[in-house]
């Protein structure tokens, strides 16, 4: 089967010609598919099964490598290392709504790249550098993105529902309105990051430090927030609904009247705050 997938790359490869970083890139993601296809027969796929899920997952790829040549400036023969290339690759997308669902990205450096309604769902983003990225409205479903760092980034919007995002970090992040429904979030570091309408619920976010953040009708409905820290946090409609909050810290933080209640009918500790 490796040679299939091979043979598999060699096509999709020969538009682009012999730019130099082309024996780099076909190792690369050769790897990367034999290692899914792997997977997938571990799942208890057939050869055929395995092979067409692996090919399909390649496809949204191929077709932005696809654009370089047409992109005024852009020299394929620039492109020296797997790294810039698969960089370079991914800001074709820009303001494209481009698809990478179920591709291999692991360590991938994104950075400062535009990928607004991207799809990401699905994927292994494990360590990939989104700083200073536009990812508004993109997808992370069910992505595994420990490590990850989006520090600066606009994510206005997007959804990582059901993700793995253990010790990412989203320090300085516009996360407006994002969805964190049903995912990991253990270790993450939100330094300095906006959470106006963000949804945590059903999620994992214990040990996680919100301290001097202002919460905007954000909502930790069913969260797990054992150890969790809100120290001088600022509520403003923030909800707690069936939360664990008896372990969490709400030393010195500024809420209103609503949360306060709901928090303290929860049995957690609020002697220390203040109410507005």
């Known amino acids: 089967m490796n040679n299939n997938l091979k043979q598999f790359l060699d096509n999709a490869f020969k538009p682009y010609g012999n730019f130099p970083a082309r024996n ?4 690369e993601l050769l790897a990367n598919l034999t290692e899914k296809y792997n997977d997938l027969k571990a799942e208890g796929k057939t050869d055929d099964e395995a092979y067409k899920l692996t090919t399909e997952s390649f496809g949204d790829v191929s077709e932005i490598m696809d ?8 020299k394929p023969q620039e ?7 698969l960089k370079e690759t991914f800001k074709m997308a820009k303001q494209s709504r481009s698809k990478f669902a179920a591709t291999e990205l692991k360590q991938s450096d994104l950075s400062g790249t535009s990928l607004i309604g991207a799809d990401f769902s699905f994927t292994s983003l494990a360590g990939t550098n989104f700083d200073g990225s536009d990812l508004t409205h993109a997808t992370f479903r069910g992505s595994e993105l420990t ?6 980034a606009n994510a206005t919007g997007a959804s990582f529902t059901g993700s793995d995002l253990h010790d990412a970090q989203f320090d300085n992040a516009n ?5 964190f429904s049903a995912s990991a979030l253990k270790g993450v570091s939100l330094k300095n990051t906006i959470l106006d309408g963000t949804s945590f619920n059903h999620s994992d976010v214990r040990d996680v430090v919100f301290d001097g953040l202002t919460l905007n009708g954000t909502n930790f409905d069913r969260t797990s927030l054992k150890g969790a820290s809100f120290k001088k946090c600022v509520f403003n409609n923030a909800s707690f609904h069936h ?3 008896k372990k969490t810290s709400f030393d010195g933080a500024t809420m209103d009247k ?5 928090l303290k009918g929860m049995k957690a500790n609020v002697d220390n705050v203040t109410i507005q």
């Open 24 to 27: 780099d890139v076909e190792q």
């Open 67 to 74: 654009q370089m040549q047409h992109v005024p400036g852009q």
């Open 79 to 85: 492109i020296s290392s797997i790294h810039s290339f």
């Open 147 to 152: 490590k990850a760092t989006f520090k600066g």
């Open 175 to 179: 996360l407006s309105n994002v969805q």
């Open 243 to 245: 939360a664990e909050v």
């Open 258 to 262: 609503v949360t306060y209640a709901l």
